[in-house]
């Protein structure tokens, strides 16, 4: 193996829109908030938070995915713990 091959090994990119499954759970911010509920993108992925959406933009929060879309990447998620401000 030579010397560059030898630096990259184990080197992997990671992919613009990940994709997640229900049950999933994440740590986020939410990143967006309009007239009808807050969001948070990861990536190019977006998932719009369900339930308390009295959530300050940049608020770290641990969330589990109950649905999402991966023709479409885009999602469904509930928070499960709050994790402060950015």
Known sequence: MSRLGKLLAGWTFRTATPSF???DVITAFVT??????????????VLRIEGD??????????????SFD????????EIVEFLGEF
Do not use: M, Y
């Open 70 to 77: 991966e023709q479409n990447h885009v999602g469904t998620a």
């Open 21 to 23: 499954e229900p049950g």
């Open 32 to 45: 967006h908030s309009d007239g009808e509920g807050v969001s948070s993108r990861i990536g190019d992925s």
């Open 53 to 66: 959406t009295e959530v300050d933009i940049e608020t770290k929060v641990r969330l589990k995915v109950t």
